[in-house]
């Protein structure tokens, strides 16, 4: 159900004029996924810096909150133009970004990098007052730091695999790789000829 409303979705964003348009620019997409990467580096340098002073790896001198306080703005901005830019990605192609288990697997990996964000954000604010000089942060901190190092790592590879076609929808797969990629077409010619 829930793959045949993301396709049903996505085909009628290919009916836009302005997604062909975007997708067959000589120029346009290359800016706009040049600029989807610039801004990730942004973003994750950012963010990284931040997570390694919450693991206790670097900048153990300087407070966590002063780190994340004058890191915060650059990073978000980053961010922001980073999720823009993707949306703009995924709106130039999106039946083949749908139908990939990479893209798939990236948006699962962004939700929960979002939710350890937050999670972490409310556990900052409350280190102003407890161990925000202490070189090594407490425990609960360092997991939400590797963590947070860790879903990005995937968000990345992930983004990156999506360039390759290994489980895209024209290629031979099994039922359940039909169905993890949202191949619903396929899926249903599989599960006919079967049954």
């Given at each position: ?8 979705f996505?085909?009628w ?8 348009n ?17 801004t990730?580096m ?17 900048f153990?001198?300087v ?5 994340a ?13 980073m ?7 995924f709106?130039?192609i ?51 730091a ?7 790592a995937?968000?990345?590879a ?8 290994w ?11 039909y ?11 599989l599960e006919?000829?079967?049954?």
């Amino acid at each position: 159900m829930l793959n045949e409303l993301l396709l049903s979705f996505a085909e009628w964003l290919d009916t836009h004029a302005w997604s062909t348009n975007l997708h067959e620019s000589y120029y346009m997409y290359n800016w706009v996924e040049g600029t989807h990467v610039l801004t990730l580096m942004v973003f994750l340098g950012m963010l990284a810096v931040i997570d390694l002073r919450m693991l206790g790896l670097a900048f153990k001198d300087v407070p966590a909150s002063t780190i994340a306080h004058r890191l915060d703005t650059p990073m978000m901005i980053g961010f922001v133009v980073m999720v823009v830019t993707g949306f703009l990605l995924f709106y130039a192609i999106p039946v083949r970004s749908t139908n990939s288990i990479w893209f798939r697997i990236k948006v699962v990996l962004l939700i929960a990098a979002g939710i350890n964000a937050l999670l972490f954000r409310n556990k900052m604010k409350g280190a102003v007052n407890s161990w925000d000089t202490d070189p090594l942060p407490p425990k609960r901190i360092r997991v939400g730091a590797g963590l947070s190092l860790t879903l990005w790592a995937g968000v990345v590879a992930t983004g990156r695999i999506i360039a390759y076609d290994w489980y895209d929808c024209h290629q031979q797969m099994s039922s359940f790789m039909y169905w993890a990629a949202g191949c619903v077409n396929e899926l249903a010619a599989l599960e006919q000829a079967g049954g």
